[in-house]
Structure formats: structure tokens, C-alpha cells
T-cell receptor, first 114, second 111 residues
Framework: DTEVTQTPKHLVMGMTNKKSLKCEQHMGHRAMYWYKQKAKKPPELMFVYSYEKLSINESVPSRFSPECPNSSLLNLHLHALQPEDSALYLC?????????????FGPGTRLTVL | GDSVTQMEGPVTLSEEAFLTINCTYTATGYPSLFWYVQYPGEGLQLLLKATKADDKGSNKGFEATYRKETTSFHLEKGSVQVSDSAVYFCALKGNAGKSTFGDGTTLTVKP
């Protein structure tokens, strides 16, 4: 089983709202990732977690706040977003951080900020 | 830093035509190389991978060979189907978990 699940599938929020995206995997992977993908563009890395600790933050604005409560779960908390933050948010996981460790992606959450 | 350059699209082929999507890379060290496919409204699916020079990755009729001498990882398929219509991303992954993606190539296969 190579499944990464993400909820919700779609989310519409106003600029003053607080919402969260959820990602889950049960493959025993110890690395998890958040990516942002705009239309017709490649995914852009936002955060990397390894063994539940933040390993990489790609200078993401503080209105995005990641959380890794356990090895299977990754959240992305959203607050005071801007319309330009509208995008597909992809979660991925891999066994570890080595170059040979394949990333498996979830289906994404389509976020619209009004 | 690392970079991946993909053949510009879009690419339009007739069913059963031969497909090549070019991918070249620049990297420090010895990354692993991947091809991902993305269907409309979905996430990225791993298509194939190669982890060292001269490795050939293959899956569902697609193939790509890791060529260190030309820093390339071109994707090929002998006979495309309408169901292969999607966006294809070439990517490299170094240690520390960072992946670098190409800009993507949109493939449309017509019956």
C-alpha cells in the first residue's frame, strides 16, 4: 500500500479564517513533506519533517504553520491567507530523507482564498 | 544549486506514436532521478525511477535510463494511448529530502 490521504479535497476560506489541512500515511514512513502547486507549474517545496521534527522550511510565510503530531500525521494550519495563496497543496511521504527514498504523493487539497 | 530542464510542451501525438520527453539535470553529488505523472485534478504519481548511473527505470511501457555522461533521463514509450494524456514531471532528489522538479510537459494523445 503506497497511499497518502489528504483532507479536505477542496477548501474555500476567507482571508480572516483559520483552517487546517490534514495528511495521513500508514506506510511507516519517517519523512513527510508539504508542497504548494500553482496551475501549470511544478510543485514547490514548503516544509520537510523527519522523525516528527521540522527539517526544512523553505522560507514560507508564518501564515502557514506545519505540525507533525506523530509519525503518520502531518497538518498544515492556515491563518490570514491571501488570495495568491490559492493553489493545490500536496502532501508527500518517504521512508527517509535519502536520495533513493521515493516520495509518494497524496491527491492534494485544492485551496481557494477569497 | 540543482536544476532540471524538461522539453517544452505541449506535446500532441496520435495514438500508437512513439514518445520521447527530454530531461537533463544539473546536480552536485549523485542524485536519484524520477518521472512523475499528474492527471487532471490529481496528485503526482510515481511513474519510474533510477538511483544510479546506467540504471533503467521502467513501468507501464515507459522507460528512462540514467545517463551520467550526458546528465540526462529521457522518458520514452513505444506506443502511446489516449489514457497517457497527462502532465509529466522529471525530478531529481538529493540527500536531505529536497527534490527539484522540471517545469512539466503536457502530453495530449489523440485517437
Amino acid at each position: 500500500d503506497t497511499e497518502v490521504t489528504q483532507t479536505p479535497k477542496h477548501l474555500v476560506m476567507g482571508m480572516t479564517n483559520k483552517k487546517s489541512l490534514k495528511c495521513e500515511q500508514h506506510m511507516g514512513h519517517r519523512a513527510m513533506y508539504w508542497y504548494k502547486q500553482k496551475a501549470k507549474k511544478p510543485p514547490e517545496l514548503m516544509f520537510v519533517y523527519s522523525y516528527e521534527k521540522l527539517s526544512i522550511n523553505e522560507s514560507v510565510p508564518s501564515r502557514f504553520s506545519p505540525e507533525c503530531p506523530n509519525s503518520s500525521l502531518l497538518n498544515l494550519h492556515l491563518h490570514a491567507l491571501q488570495p495568491e495563496d490559492s493553489a493545490l497543496y500536496l502532501c508527500a511521504s518517504s521512508r527517509g530523507l535519502a536520495d533513493t527514498d521515493t516520495q509518494y504523493f497524496g491527491p492534494g487539497t485544492r485551496l481557494t482564498v477569497l | 544549486g540543482d536544476s532540471v530542464t524538461q522539453m517544452e510542451g505541449p506535446v500532441t501525438l496520435s495514438e500508437e506514436a512513439f514518445l520521447t520527453i527530454n530531461c537533463t539535470y544539473t546536480a552536485t553529488g549523485y542524485p536519484s532521478l524520477f518521472w512523475y505523472v499528474q492527471y487532471p485534478g490529481e496528485g503526482l504519481q510515481l511513474l519510474l525511477k533510477a538511483t544510479k548511473a546506467d540504471d533503467k527505470g521502467s513501468n507501464k511501457g515507459f522507460e528512462a535510463t540514467y545517463r551520467k555522461e550526458t546528465t540526462s533521463f529521457h522518458l520514452e514509450k513505444g506506443s502511446v494511448q489516449v489514457s497517457d494524456s497527462a502532465v509529466y514531471f522529471c525530478a531529481l532528489k538529493g540527500n536531505a529530502g529536497k527534490s527539484t522538479f522540471g517545469d512539466g510537459t503536457t502530453l495530449t494523445v489523440k485517437p
